[in-house]
C-alpha cells in the first residue's frame, strides 16, 4: 500500500501526529478529509517533518468491524450500489477542498471492465460483482471491498510529508505526558501524537442490571437469554431446531438474527408462481420458529427501489439553518415537539410533495407553485392543511401520513396469534409494494427531505440549546422514527419475511411488546393481541444493538478516561437538578467533536461517531446529497489540523 509504513518513530525524533482510534469507513473518511485539507492548514509542516497520521484497530482497515470480509455471505447492506460513497462531490458544503471519487457503483464498474475480479476479491466476490447493478443490495462482504480500495485511494492521495501507518491492534489508554498524546496499544507499540481522534464506532457495552437481572433469572430457570449486540457475533448455537424463539425488536439487528437463524441453516428462499417477486420458503429442518414484537410491532419500512422523478427538491425550506441558528441564539430551551417539530413536519411533506407534484404531475389538480405558496403558510396538522391537501391530491394514498408511518399497525387487533398474522403481513405487504413501485416515489422524496431534518436536529441537540425533558424525550423518539422510515431493509429481504410468515417460521406478535417469565419460559404479550393467552419460549433475543453506555463501556480507554475525568458522559438533567435520563454518550463539543472533560474542553482529543452526543447519519452516504457525515468529517479533520503545533491559528468555536 503506497505511503505506508509499519515504523515507528520514538519520541525524541517523531514529527507532528494524529493517533485516529478506529480505521473502518469513519476513520478513513477522517483521514480523506486530513489529507484533503493538510496542504491548506499544514504546509509548512508537510514541507519539513512531515505528519504521521496512525489507524489503529482490531479489525481489518478501511472495512471495520461491521463490514468486515469475515462474516455471513448472506448479509446484505441496506443500500443499493448507486447510493454509496465514501467521497465528497460538488453539492457537499464544506470549507476543505472537495475531492470526488468513485461511488460503490463506479468502483464496481471499473474493476468488472478494467480490473481482474477474480484475483482482487476472490472467486466469491467476483461472481458476486458480476451481478451487481446500480439497484442491487450488495453483500457486506462486496462491500468490504470497496471500503478497502477506498482506504488504499485516500492513501495514495495523500500529499507529500503525510505518512500513514496501520496498525491491526486495540488502543488500550490514553494519557498525556508533557503535552503529548500518548496512546498505549495492546501489542505493547506506544504511539505519541499531538491529536487523537476516537472513532470507534458502536462500541460493547456490559449488560445493564435489569440485563444481568434478567440473563441470571433466566439461568436459574433452566432457560436462554441472549442480550443485545451485534447479531454477528452472537453465538446462535444455543438455539436448537424446532424451538420456539421470542426475539424483542424488528430493527435491523433482527434482519440480522432471520438471516442466520433460516438461509444461515440452509433454508432456501424459490419462486412462489407466475409473480416473480413472490416467495417461497423451503425449510431444513433445523430452523426454530420465531415470535417477534417491537413497540411498533412491524419490520422498519423496507428501503425504496426507485429513484425521484421530479429531481431534488430544494431543500431545506422550513428548517432552515437560518431558524436553527435563531432558535440556538435565543438562548432559550427549546422543545423539540412543541417548536420544531412542526417545522420538521413540514419539511418532510415538502419533499413529498415536491416529488408528486414534479414526478407525477398527472396526480395532482393544481401546479406546484401554487401549491406550494398555500401549503406554506398553512400550519402543520391544521385543518387548512388538510384541507388543502384533500383538494388537490385526489388519491388518499398520494397523501402523506406520517401517523401511518410512525405507527403502521394502529387499528389492527387480533384475538389471537394465528389471527394476527395475515394482518400484519398485509400491512409489511402494501408497504413493500410502495417503496418498490415507482408510482410511490414521493417516499423517496420524504426520505431526501428527513436526511436534511435530521442533519438540522443534530445541530440543534449539539449545541445544548434542547430542553432537558426534550432530549429525554422528543430527541429518541425522533432518531427512533427517523431509524425505521430511513435505515430499513431491502425490499428482497421484506419479500423474506413475508414468506417465512406464510410458512408459519415467522410469526409477528405486534406492537407494544411485554415480557415476563417463570418456570415454564418466557411469556409474552402485545397489546394489538386482545385476550389472547401469552406466547411461551424457552428462549429470548433481545434483536438490537446495545444502548451506548459510557460508564458500561467493555473500551479500556475510553473507561479509563471517564475515570479519571477525561471524558464526561451525557446525564440529562431536569430543571430541579433530578436525573431524567442517561444517554451513555461521550460528550463532546458539536463543532467540531472535541472532548469534554469535568474541567472544559480537551483541544487535542476529538472524537466522532454514534457513541457521541453529535448524531450522524451513517459513516457513507448517498452521491449528491450535500450528506451530513461529510460535512462533519470535514469540520473534524480541520479542527485536528489547526490542533497540532504550527498550524494556523483558529477561533475557539463554541463549547
Not at 478506529?22 to 496542504?39: C, D, I, M, Q, Y
Not at 407525477?360 to 391544521?382: C, I, L, M, N, Q
Not at 422514527?481 to 408459519?504: D, I, K, W, Y
Not at 459513516?619 to 504550527?646: C, E, H, I, K
Request: aromatic share 6%; glycine share 10%; proline share 8%.
Amino acid at each position: 500500500m503506497p505511503r505506508t509504513t509499519p515504523s515507528h518513530p520514538s519520541p525524541a525524533e517523531r514529527a507532528p501526529a494524529v493517533v485516529v482510534v478506529g480505521a473502518g469507513p469513519r476513520g478513513t473518511g477522517l483521514l480523506e478529509r486530513v489529507a484533503a485539507s493538510a496542504p491548506e492548514l499544514y504546509a509548512d509542516a508537510l514541507a519539513g517533518p512531515g505528519l504521521d497520521v496512525h489507524l489503529v484497530d482490531p479489525y481489518p482497515a478501511g472495512a471495520g468491524r461491521i463490514w468486515r470480509h469475515e462474516q455471513s455471505a448472506l448479509l446484505a447492506m441496506n443500500s443499493m450500489a448507486a447510493d454509496v460513497t465514501m467521497w465528497t462531490d460538488d453539492s457537499v458544503v464544506c470549507d476543505g477542498p472537495i475531492a470526488p471519487g468513485p461511488s460503490f457503483w463506479d468502483w464496481a464498474r471499473d474493476l468488472r471492465e478494467h480490473g481482474d475480479p477474480a484475483a482482487e476479491l476472490g472467486p466469491g466476490s467476483a461472481a458476486e460483482l458480476a451481478g451487481v447493478t446500480a439497484s442491487t443490495f450488495p453483500s457486506r462482504r462486496l462491500q468490504s471491498h470497496y471500503l478497502t480500495a477506498v482506504l488504499h485511494e485516500v492513501i495514495d492521495r495523500v500529499p507529500d510529508g503525510m505518512r500513514v501507518h496501520l496498525h491491526r491492534t486495540t488502543a488500550v489508554s490514553l494519557t498525556e505526558e508533557s503535552g503529548d498524546q500518548v496512546v498505549e496499544l495492546a501489542d505493547g507499540v506506544v504511539l505519541r501524537a499531538d491529536a487523537v481522534v476516537l472513532a470507534s464506532g458502536h462500541l460493547d457495552a456490559r449488560p445493564t442490571d435489569d440485563e444481568r437481572a434478567l440473563a441470571a433469572r433466566a439461568a436459574d430457570l433452566g432457560l436462554r437469554y441472549l442480550p443485545p449486540e451485534q447479531t454477528t457475533d452472537t453465538d446462535l448455537s444455543v438455539i436448537g431446531p424446532g424451538e420456539t424463539v421470542l426475539a424483542r425488536g424488528l430493527g435491523l439487528a433482527f434482519v440480522d438474527l432471520v438471516v442466520l437463524l433460516f438461509e444461515g441453516r440452509g433454508g432456501r428462499f424459490v419462486a412462489d408462481g407466475a409473480d416473480p417477486d413472490a416467495l417461497r420458503y423451503v425449510p431444513s429442518g433445523r430452523e426454530p420458529v420465531l415470535v417477534a414484537g417491537s413497540p411498533r410491532g412491524a419490520t422498519y419500512h423496507s428501503k425504496t427501489h426507485y429513484q425521484l422523478r421530479g429531481g431534488r427538491p430544494p431543500l431545506p425550506h422550513f428548517l432552515t439553518g437560518a431558524v436553527t441558528d435563531e432558535l440556538v441564539a435565543s438562548g432559550e430551551p427549546v422543545d423539540l415537539a412543541s417548536q420544531v417539530w412542526p417545522l420538521m413536519a413540514k419539511e418532510i411533506g415538502w419533499g413529498w410533495y415536491h416529488e408528486l407534484f414534479h414526478g407525477h404531475p398527472d396526480r395532482v389538480r393544481t401546479t406546484w407553485d401554487d401549491f406550494a405558496a398555500r401549503f406554506g403558510t398553512t400550519p402543520h396538522g391544521s385543518p387548512e392543511e388538510a384541507e388543502l391537501i384533500a383538494s388537490v391530491v385526489p388519491d388518499p394514498l398520494d397523501r402523506l401520513d406520517l401517523t401511518a408511518l410512525e405507527r403502521p399497525l394502529d387499528g389492527v387487533h387480533a384475538p389471537d396469534l394465528d389471527s394476527l398474522q395475515p394482518l400484519v403481513r398485509d400491512r409489511i405487504a402494501e408497504d413493500l409494494r410502495q417503496h418498490v413501485d415507482d408510482r410511490h416515489t414521493p417516499h423517496l422524496g420524504a426520505f431526501v427531505a428527513m436526511l436534511s431534518v435530521f442533519g438540522e436536529t443534530t445541530r440543534l441537540a449539539g449545541s445544548g440549546v434542547l430542553s432537558p425533558m426534550s432530549r429525554a424525550r422528543d430527541l429518541p423518539w425522533w432518531q427512533s422514527f427517523f431509524n425505521s422510515v430511513a435505515s430499513g431493509p431491502p425490499g428482497f429481504r421484506v419479500r423474506q419475511m413475508l414468506a417465512l410468515s406464510e410458512s408459519g417460521h415467522l410469526k409477528f406478535l405486534g406492537a407494544g411488546m411485554e415480557v415476563d417469565l417463570d418456570g415454564d419460559g418466557f411469556h409474552a404479550t402485545s397489546s394489538t393481541l386482545t385476550g389472547a393467552e401469552p406466547v411461551t419460549a424457552p428462549v429470548l433475543v433481545d434483536a438490537r444493538l446495545p444502548d451506548p453506555s459510557l460508564s458500561r463501556t467493555a473500551d479500556p480507554l475510553l473507561a479509563g478516561l471517564l475515570r479519571r475525568g477525561e471524558a464526561v458522559e451525557e446525564i440529562l438533567l431536569d430543571d430541579d437538578g433530578s436525573p431524567l435520563r442517561n444517554s451513555g454518550q461521550l460528550a463532546v463539543r458539536p463543532a467540531d467533536g472535541a472532548l469534554h472533560t469535568t474541567s472544559g474542553v480537551h483541544e487535542q482529543r476529538f472524537a466522532i461517531g454514534p457513541h457521541t452526543t453529535v448524531k450522524v447519519a451513517g459513516a457513507f452516504t448517498r452521491p449528491g446529497m450535500n450528506a451530513q457525515s461529510l460535512r462533519y468529517n470535514d469540520a473534524v479533520a480541520r479542527a485536528v489540523l489547526r490542533a497540532l503545533p504550527g498550524a494556523a491559528a483558529r477561533e475557539a468555536p463554541a463549547a
